[in-house]
């Protein structure tokens, strides 16, 4: 397989140091891999905490791309990540050669994410808006997460996630869909999973759609499978 660029972008809650294992999995495979912390959150969490927004996290992404000069990049936005994706895609569209959205959010063009929630999970991230504090993560057994040895490695590194990144509507580009694509579903989550409602819209955008029986954090949990699926994305 020829070397591919890489560029992982985590979810709310976590940082870069998520994909530690995993990228050397991936470099390990010949690729380029960049996993960049956004803003506020990982070893970033003293910058801007309280006022990072979703700009912000876009900008953290196209300035990383500009800074290390990447250029035909696979870009894979992991959860809260799909937000980011959509809005560096309209960004910086000549530098983008695909879009991985790893069991993550697919927003409308001026939608936040909170708009792509039902109703009734609003009410949590609504408080911490109305409180203007950081929002707490969601409990690991709910993104299907138990092994103990994985539970060690997130439980001491997830933080508050800033709440204008859930409540700032994202950008589309008109023309996403004409960016080949890959939506990777996770289906063992401990509560019903809220991303399968997002399969028929990547299926309308002609992606290719994988599913993998792991967590939300299969990163850490199958990466086995993890591995697989996305170095199967065209």
Partial sequence: MSERTFVLVSGAWHGGWVWRDFAA???????VVTTPTLTGLGERRHLMAGSADLSTHIEDVVAHNEMEGLEEVDLLGWSYGGMVISGVQARIPGKIRSLIYYDAFVPEDGKAMVDCMEAANR???????????????????AFGVTDPAVLDFVTPRIGGQPWRTFFEPVPVSPDIASVPQTYILCTE???????????????????????????????LTEPEETLEAILATP
């Fill in 25 to 31: 999995r991936l470099r390990a495979q010949g690729h």
């Fill in 123 to 141: 009410a949590h991230y609504e408080a911490g808006r109305d409180a203007d504090r950081l929002l707490e993560p969601i409990p690991m057994a």
């Fill in 189 to 219: 989550w401990g509560i019903p999973s809220p991303m399968t409602r997002f399969v028929p819209v990547m299926e309308a955008r002609g992606a290719r759609i994988v599913t993998i029986a792991g967590s939300h954090l299969s990163m």
